[in-house]
T-cell receptor, first 115, second 112 residues
């Protein structure tokens, strides 16, 4: 069964460093999303991406964040200068361009630890 | 902005019991999602529904659009059902690029 994959599973970085989190969405999906979950808190929407551009972003998604689909398979989230408060689990998701269903399929997550 | 509330926050039950988790939201939606999150952190989609009722195995999800309320039921609960169950909603814009708004989740423990 097709699935969303994410790498790495765990990333430790120092404050101020840049990190890139990688996702491979399900191959025939056209909508892509990033979410984050700070430990003990609810999942929060960051950004959605369609047709090679950002469709929607939350107030969390400030200038420190960027997304890119560098090739036909990868979808990346870059944090330019990490802060302690960026420590969280980051989930990628994708959904098909099916007007009957926008069910989102989630990857296993990348746990980002900023020290 | 939609407010998604779940109850209860924590639920411990004995194996075999019938489980109900509730979700309410404040603003009209295009769809409601029930998700399962295991201790390792991964999120699995259980249901997406916009009306009525869906059933998958021992899981049943219902939604009442007029009352802005949904329930997730587990019949004949089993220790492997222990997980966090999360309700999330898609805004009423009809587009596929909409991000979900999540509830805080219900932490379910099923004891043998």
């Amino acid at each position: 069964e097709p699935e969303v994959t994410q790498t790495p599973s765990h990333q430790v970085t120092q404050m101020g460093q840049e990190v890139i989190l990688r996702c491979v969405p399900i191959s025939n999906h056209l909508y892509f999303y990033w979410y984050r979950q700070i430990l003990g808190q609810k999942v929060e929407f960051l950004v959605s991406f369609y047709n090679n551009e950002i469709s929607e972003k939350s107030e969390i998604f400030d200038d420190q964040f960027s997304v890119e689909r560098p090739d036909g398979s990868n979808f990346t989230l870059k944090i330019r200068s990490t802060k302690l408060e960026d420590s969280a689990m980051y989930f990628c998701a994708s959904s098909a361009a099916d007007l009957l269903s926008y069910e989102q399929y989630f990857g296993p997550g990348t746990r980002l630890t900023v020290t | 902005k939609n407010e998604v509330e779940q109850s209860p926050q924590n639920l411990t039950a004995q194996e075999g019991e019938f489980i109900t988790i509730n979700c309410s939201y404040s603003v009209g939606i295009s769809a409601l999602h029930w998700l399962q999150q295991h201790p390792g952190g991964g999120i699995v989609s259980l249901f997406m529904l916009s009306s009525g009722k869906k059933k998958h195995g021992r899981l049943i999800a219902t939604i009442n659009i007029q009352e802005k309320h949904s329930s997730l039921h587990i019949t004949a609960s089993h220790p492997r059902d222990s997980a966090v169950y999360i309700c999330a909603v898609s805004p009423y814009s009809g587009g596929g690029a909409d991000g979900l708004t999540f509830g805080k989740g219900t932490h379910l423990i099923i004891q043998p």
